[in-house]
C-alpha cells in the first residue's frame, strides 16, 4: 500500500492517483531547515520519451535499479528506524525514490487515528529530511491496521531477512485478501531486480509468485473460450 504524499500549499483534498484513499489534509510536521539529500541522482523523465522497446524498458529499469542500490549507504531497516524515532507510529512502507535530482527514503508511518506520514529519510547520512502527514480513508487504514493485527515481524525486520537476497529499494505491506505478507524488492549487484514475500509472524523469505498465479489462472480461462469456441 504505497503511498506518495504530495506537498500542498493551501489546504484541499485530492485524490491519490492509482489508488483509493483520498487526502483529506496534507501539512509537514517537521520543518527541517535543509531538506536537501546527500545522494543525487540524475532525472528519470528522459525515460518518458523513449520508445516502447519492453527489452530496453527492462534493461534501463535494471540499471536505474542498480545506480539507486548502490548509490544508498543507508539501508530500508535503518531507514525505518529513523522515520520511527522521529515519527511515532507503525511501519507499513518505504522505498528509495527520487525527489527531483534528490535519491531519498520514503517511509510510511501509521500514526493514530486515520493519520499516515510519509518520512523522508537521506540514504547517505540516515537523515529525516522532512515528514509530511495526511488524512486517509477510513477503510483503507481499518484494513491496514486489520493485517497488521497479531504480526509479530515488523517491517525493519522483514528488510533485514530480505537483504540476505540483495538490497532492498521498497518494502510494503500486502493488506489485500487472505494471506497477508511483507511484500519486498531487491536489486542484485548484476541489476537484476527481484521481488519476494516475507512472511508477517516467522520471516520467511519466499519468492513473490503472485504475477505468476495471475498468469496461470489468465492461461486457463483463455484456453477455457478457446475449447468452447
Same mark, same amino acid.
Given at each position: 500500500?504505497?503511498?506518495n504524499i504530495?506537498?500542498?500549499?493551501?489546504?484541499?483534498?485530492?485524490?491519490?492517483?492509482g489508488g483509493?484513499?483520498t487526502a483529506?489534509?496534507v501539512?509537514?510536521?517537521?520543518e527541517?531547515p535543509?531538506?536537501r539529500s546527500?545522494?543525487?541522482?540524475k532525472?528519470?523523465?528522459?525515460?518518458d520519451d523513449?520508445d516502447d522497446?519492453k527489452?530496453?524498458?527492462?534493461?534501463?529499469?535494471g540499471?536505474?535499479?542498480?545506480?539507486?542500490s548502490?548509490?544508498?549507504?543507508?539501508?530500508a531497516?535503518?531507514a525505518?528506524? /529513523? &522515520?520511527l %524515532?522521529? =515519527?511515532?507510529?507503525? +511501519?507499513?512502507? *518505504?522505498?528509495?525514490?527520487?525527489?527531483?535530482s534528490?535519491l !531519498?527514503?520514503d517511509?510510511d508511518?501509521?500514526g493514530s487515528g486515520?493519520?499516515?506520514h510519509?518520512?523522508?529519510?537521506?540514504?547517505g547520512?540516515?537523515k529525516?529530511?522532512?515528514?509530511?502527514?495526511?488524512?486517509?480513508d477510513?477503510d483503507d487504514?481499518a484494513?491496514?491496521? /486489520? &493485517?497488521? %493485527?497479531? =504480526?509479530s515481524?515488523? +517491517?525493519?525486520? *522483514?528488510?533485514?531477512?530480505a537483504a540476505a537476497?540483495?538490497? !532492498?529499494?521498497?518494502?510494503?505491506?500486502?493488506?489485500?485478501g487472505?494471506?497477508?505478507a511483507w511484500e519486498?524488492d531487491?536489486?542484485?549487484?548484476d541489476?537484476?531486480e527481484?521481488?519476494?514475500?516475507?512472511?508477517?509472524k516467522?520471516?520467511?523469505?519466499t519468492?513473490d509468485?503472485?504475477?505468476?498465479?495471475?498468469?496461470d489462472?489468465?492461461?486457463?480461462?483463455?484456453?477455457g473460450?478457446?475449447?468452447d469456441?
Amino acid at each position: 500500500m504505497k503511498r506518495n504524499i504530495v506537498i500542498a500549499t493551501v489546504a484541499a483534498a485530492a485524490l491519490i492517483g492509482g489508488g483509493t484513499a483520498t487526502a483529506l489534509a496534507v501539512s509537514g510536521d517537521d520543518e527541517t531547515p535543509d531538506r536537501r539529500s546527500s545522494v543525487q541522482v540524475k532525472d528519470d523523465d528522459r525515460d518518458d520519451d523513449r520508445d516502447d522497446d519492453k527489452s530496453q524498458d527492462r534493461d534501463d529499469d535494471g540499471e536505474d535499479g542498480a545506480v539507486r542500490s548502490g548509490a544508498a549507504k543507508v539501508t530500508a531497516a535503518d531507514a525505518i528506524a /529513523a &522515520a520511527l %524515532k522521529h =515519527t511515532s507510529g507503525t +511501519a507499513v512502507g *518505504a522505498e528509495l525514490d527520487s525527489e527531483g535530482s534528490d535519491l !531519498v527514503w520514503d517511509v510510511d508511518v501509521l500514526g493514530s487515528g486515520t493519520t499516515w506520514h510519509s518520512v523522508l529519510v537521506d540514504p547517505g547520512t540516515g537523515k529525516v529530511l522532512d515528514s509530511r502527514a495526511e488524512d486517509e480513508d477510513a477503510d483503507d487504514t481499518a484494513d491496514t491496521r /486489520a &493485517a497488521l %493485527k497479531g =504480526t509479530s515481524v515488523p +517491517a525493519a525486520e *522483514a528488510a533485514q531477512a530480505a537483504a540476505a537476497k540483495g538490497t !532492498v529499494t521498497s518494502l510494503d505491506l500486502d493488506d489485500d485478501g487472505r494471506d497477508h505478507a511483507w511484500e519486498i524488492d531487491t536489486t542484485g549487484a548484476d541489476g537484476t531486480e527481484s521481488e519476494w514475500d516475507v512472511d508477517l509472524k516467522t520471516a520467511k523469505v519466499t519468492a513473490d509468485r503472485s504475477d505468476d498465479n495471475s498468469d496461470d489462472r489468465n492461461d486457463r480461462d483463455d484456453d477455457g473460450d478457446d475449447s468452447d469456441d
